[in-house]
């Protein structure tokens, strides 16, 4: 039974798994040796130099990697305090019209983002803020992602009743309450959304196609599309800088896996 | 102090904007990029040099990349008006573009110009850049003509001759026949006579050569179920499942794969253009060459081409002008002639050593310039990207399916396209919206939804009461300032246009009212109807066996040990990787010929579907890639799992319950809200799923992957038809919201909440 069931472990792992070990291998095979099954086998002289050769092609690496963490971070940070504080008002503070609102966020998960798109473009580009990290980072800082406002109203409606009391008894306000006792005890779910932020913002590819114009503030992804031209691209190359794209998400993952599981095991065991 | 905060952020994203909006000197943006590293290098240095000429100007070129959606840009920005002098673009696209007045005639600076003399260029070429009265658009990049590849080596090993260049369709047919066989006789085809190219463009050769018309010179009545274009289909349907000597060649919709021309495994391929000499050219176990198409009553091919036009929003055609014809001129020109992009528009750089190359293969590239004389383009109709998804549908049910009743299906594109041209002379006849009429309903609609959430919140408490309720409201002010700006606001936009008609490509002024025209107009579309249809089926199988295998997994990784949270990771890996990349992945999987999945299921005996390629087996493999980004839905029922109290199931395993009954009865019911959880958000994100059939199909085959989603994409950045796509949106929501409230007040009794209820 034991081992029946690492049989099938492994199984699962190596079915999940293999798209990724297919961008590997294939990155370390010889310039154009195709790709068919064969790319699926480890090549027997890994070509190291692809790396640096993908790197040197795109042209400014360094550059993008910096364009890239600092739309990253700071729709993280943009996200993580827009919603935990959206959420703990939904969750804690009592107001005429708190469930209407509520369901103003729920339905706003039902809008297929294309059809707002445009209309949004016409307002940056109203704004002047076209070819700028504006549009990228501006709509998490102010708005943030509906379902991660579920999340934290889902947490904190998890936490005792007595916090507010002792709250209210030491004299804080509102905001106070938030962002001393509340926040802080938030932490597994800022992880949590701080993680799916992080692989949503460094893998976003439509807002910085439709919104960077300059080459030099491309972000990964989008220097990754330039960089796969129609008739100069080696698939090997592709496929090791798609591997150095991807790389840091699933490091990042393996790291905080941990708290991720904390977080949303407190909102699944609510609901 | 977040509602401060958020006034201040607004503040300084204002003062931000006076800042950059204010660039000092005069600029040229260009983007021209050709999908080649060596071009962009060139187009630097041109760029240097034009700047070193014109003191004080500069000349900023943006990349575009050949990555999906790149071709939609250029849309974006000149529907919001934003600042770009050349725009290099395809000609199927010139006809819309120019239709909307979305570009600058450059007709006079041309006639002012001493140094121009159009017989520089060939004129079959120029011909397609005219306008009805006049104009001209811009000039060609590189173009190419389509024609036929061939393996001459096969044609040898077969004793067969070369074709001549009038060669016929019945030659054709002939030499397909011999060229089929099967070679390991396992019954299964081994080696094709042909290999067909099926897309519209390169469909058009065939009926123009058997006499036939899409559409008739006037752009007004569809010509698709007249004798010649039913004879034209008949014979490619022929070919493929009567005499079964042709396949289709997966290496255009998907690169990464050898197709059967370059394998060796097909005679010939085509209609197809140039650009596949770049790729043919590292073939070395066979000698290869183009010949011309076939001819049936007559000789005919179509063209391909990118062309460079000056958009509305130039800031400075003149220069634009300049700089437009030093990208068609003679040294530009050559470098894409020797880095193979294409045929250069310019005779001189055509008719050099950088294009025809004798020392690389193809042998033959004259023929690319001889067949110039039969080309044609396509009809000067508004919108050649809207005509051919019309057809499109049609044509690969005639293509792919074997009992295809293909009359009635010509008879069906000439409907659909008869019906578009209807409506589209109807268009001019629309009362513009006022300006400030868009601004004034979305502002009024905002404001009418504020005083009906004061009205409605209820009565108006101490005061006391107030000042704490103000104080929870200002913590909101972050949420819904941007719920107002982002959301809220651009999907009133999309309510009003929903009821306009506008096209990306004119200015936001020029909105025309169509009334409830666009909600009528989805009962009658057929389109609307397949699409609905496959996004329901995709929904109806996709979510539950999604929960299904996402609550499997997370039974069997539920215990916390270094094994399971290393395979738990694995298992989250495919969420990980952006969407874009998992397409292009499951795309090369699921390849009918020579993907690993069939061939794994060949090895194994069993029967390998065409999947992506059938109608039938379309969704099912997107329900595949689906299933295999399960990882979220499974790591919140872990996360389930590990909060339940372990001491009922213990108890239940005390009074004697196996493992199934235990789940059933005790596990399964504590689950209720989390599976709820997982339903609802796994709906909405199936109803929207788009990325996927945007990269690996397009829609296809036929109308079979078009879901709603991308639907609406298309029908706002290559039917231009803002207004329609809007109206879909809509509908889409109100499906979606009504099913999730259905789901959520059906499972009421079944879902049962711990505490206080959410």
């Known amino acids: 039974m034991r081992i029946l069931r690492a049989l099938v472990l492994v199984a699962v792992a190596a079915l999940f798994a293999l798209p990724l070990w297919f961008v590997l291998s294939a990155s370390l095979h010889k ?29 400014g690496f360094a550059r993008f990697l910096a364009n890239t963490l600092l739309v990253t971070v700071l729709s993280i940070l943009g996200q993580c305090f827009t919603c935990s504080l959206a959420g703990y008002a939904f969750a804690r503070l009592s107001f005429r019209g708190r469930d209407a609102l509520f369901v103003c966020v729920l339905a706003a998960m039902m809008l297929p983002d294309q059809t707002s798109a445009l209309p949004r473009f016409l307002l940056f580009r109203t704004l002047g803020l076209v070819d700028s990290y504006w549009p990228l980072v501006l709509p998490t800082v102010l708005g ?63 807002a910085p196609l439709v919104y960077v114009l300059s080459p030099e503030k491309r972000t990964l992804t989008l220097a990754l599309a330039s960089f796969q031209r129609t008739f100069d691209t080696s698939v090997e190359l592709l496929m090791a800088a798609s591997a150095v794209i991807l790389a840091p998400c699933v490091l990042v993952y393996f790291l905080a896996q941990r708290l991720f599981l904390r977080g949303i095991r407190v909102a699944a065991s609510k609901g | 102090m977040p509602a401060a905060m958020t006034l201040a952020l607004l503040l300084s994203v204002l003062v931000g904007m006076g800042a950059s909006g204010a660039s000092n000197g005069r600029e040229l943006v260009v983007m021209a990029e050709e999908g080649h590293l060596t071009a962009w290098l060139e187009i630097e240095a041109l760029s240097r040099a034009f700047e070193h000429e014109h003191p004080g100007l500069s000349v900023r070129c943006l990349p575009l990349g050949g990555a999906a959606g790149s071709q939609d840009k250029p849309k974006f920005l000149i529907a919001g008006g934003v600042p770009l002098d050349l725009l290099r673009i395809d000609v199927t696209e010139l006809a819309a573009y120019a239709g909307e007045g979305a570009l600058v005639d450059l007709a006079p600076y041309f006639a002012a110009d001493p140094s121009w003399d159009e017989r520089a260029y060939f004129p079959a070429v120029l011909g397609a850049l005219h306008g009805p009265r006049g104009e001209l658009w811009g000039l ?69 050569q058997a006499g036939g018309e899409l559409i008739d010179s006037k752009g007004e009545r569809a010509r698709m179920g007249e004798p010649e274009f039913v004879e034209s289909m008949r014979f490619l349907h022929a070919l493929l499942h009567e005499d079964k000597v042709a396949s289709f060649d997966a290496s255009f919709a998907n690169q990464l794969t050898q197709g059967l021309f370059q394998g060796g495994k097909a005679l010939f391929y085509g209609p197809v253009g140039y650009w596949e000499t770049y790729r043919f050219r590292s073939i070395e176990r066979f000698r290869w060459d183009v010949v011309q198409l076939p001819r049936g009553k007559r000789a005919a091919t179509s063209v391909a081409m990118t062309v460079y036009v000056v958009p509305r929003t130039a800031r400075e055609p003149e220069l634009a002008y300049e700089f437009l014809r030093r990208l068609a001129g003679p040294e530009y020109q050559r470098m894409l002639a020797r880095i193979g992009n294409g045929v250069p528009g310019l005779i001189a750089a055509a008719e050099s050593a950088d294009f025809l190359k004798p020392e690389v293969a193809p042998e033959s590239e004259q023929v690319f310039l001889d067949v110039l004389r039969e080309a044609r383009l396509q009809p000067p109709v508004a919108n050649w990207r809207k005509i051919e998804s019309l057809v499109q549908a049609e044509l690969e049910g005639i293509l792919l399916q074997p009992d295809c009743d293909v009359p009635a299906a010509c008879a069906r594109m000439a409907a659909k396209t008869d019906e578009y041209l209807a409506r589209e002379r109807e268009r001019g006849g629309r009362a513009r919206l006022p300006r400030g009429a868009l601004e004034l ?91 609905l249809g496959a996004t329901a089926l995709y929904a109806a199988l996709c979510v539950p066996l999604g929960l299904a295998l996402a609550f499997g997994l997370a039974l069997l990784l539920r215990r916390e040990s270094r094994a399971t949270s290393l395979v738990r990771t694995a298992c989250y890996l495919p969420a990980i990787v952006a969407p874009v990349i998992v397409a292009a992945l499951w795309r090369l999987a699921l390849d009918a010929e020579h993907g690993p999945v069939n061939e794994c299921l060949r090895a194994l005996g069993l029967g390998a579907p065409a999947w992506l390629r059938d109608p039938a087996w379309v969704v099912p493999s997107f329900v595949l890639v689906s299933l295999w980004s399960v990882g979220a839905q499974m790591l919140v029922f872990v996360a389930a799992l590990q909060a339940l109290d372990p001491a009922l199931e213990e108890a239940a395993r005390v009074d004697g319950a196996g493992p199934l009954a235990r789940h059933w009865h005790v596990v399964l019911p504590q689950l209720g809200p989390v599976l709820l959880f997982n339903l609802l958000t796994g709906l909405v994100a199936a109803a929207q799923i788009f990325a996927q059939p945007y990269v690996m199909t397009q829609g296809g085959p036929g109308d079979a992957s078009r879901f709603l989603v991308l639907y609406v994409y298309e029908s706002a950045f290559q039917h231009f038809d803002v207004g329609y796509a809007c109206a879909l949106a809509w509908v889409l929501f109100a499906a979606l919201a009504a099913a999730c409230g259905l789901l959520f007040v059906g499972t009421r009794r079944f879902v049962h909440y711990r505490g206080r209820s959410a």
């Not at chain 1, 310039?31 to 092609?57: T, V």
């Not at chain 1, 509102?174 to 005890?185: E, G, T």
């Not at chain 2, 060609?140 to 036929?148: E, I, K």
């Not at chain 2, 099967?182 to 058009?204: E, F, H, I, N």
């Open chain 1, 144 to 206: 943030g992602a509906p379902f991660f406002i579920f999340l934290f109203r889902q947490y904190f409606l998890s936490l005792p009743a007595e916090l507010d009391e002792a709250a209210r008894m030491d004299g804080c306000s509102a905001w106070q309450a938030y962002w001393r006792v509340f926040l802080p005890l938030a932490r597994p779910m800022l992880a949590t959304v701080a993680l799916i932020t992080f692989l949503a913002t460094w893998n976003d590819f439509w």
């Open chain 2, 441 to 531: 309903a979305v502002g009024g609609a905002l404001l009418g939804l504020l005083a009906l959430f004061l009205v409605k919140r209820g009565a108006r408490p101490a005061a006391r009461e107030r000042r704490r309720e103000r104080a929870a409201l200002a913590l909101l002010v972050p949420w819904a300032s941007g719920f107002v700006l982002f959301l809220l606001g651009p999907a009133l936009v999309a309510l009003v246009l929903a009821l306009c008609e506008w096209s990306p490509l004119r200015p936001l002024d020029d909105v025309r009212w169509a009334g409830l025209d666009n909600l009528a107009r989805l009962g009658g579309d057929a389109t609307f109807a397949s699409s």
């Open chain 2, 140 to 208: 060609p990049s590189t173009f190419t003509p389509y024609v036929m590849y061939v393996n001459l080596d096969r044609l040898s090993e077969l004793g067969l001759a070369r074709p001549a260049s009038d060669w016929t369709w019945h030659d054709f047919r002939a030499l397909a026949r011999r060229a089929t066989t099967d070679d390991d006789g396992d019954g299964r085809t081994d080696r094709y006579g042909v290999s067909l190219t099926q897309w519209l463009q390169a469909v058009c050769p065939w009926i123009w």
């Open chain 1, 31 to 59: 310039e154009g040796a195709g790709l068919g099954l064969g790319a699926l086998a480890p090549p027997a002289d890994p070509q190291w130099h692809n790396y640096a050769l993908a790197l040197e092609r795109m042209g």
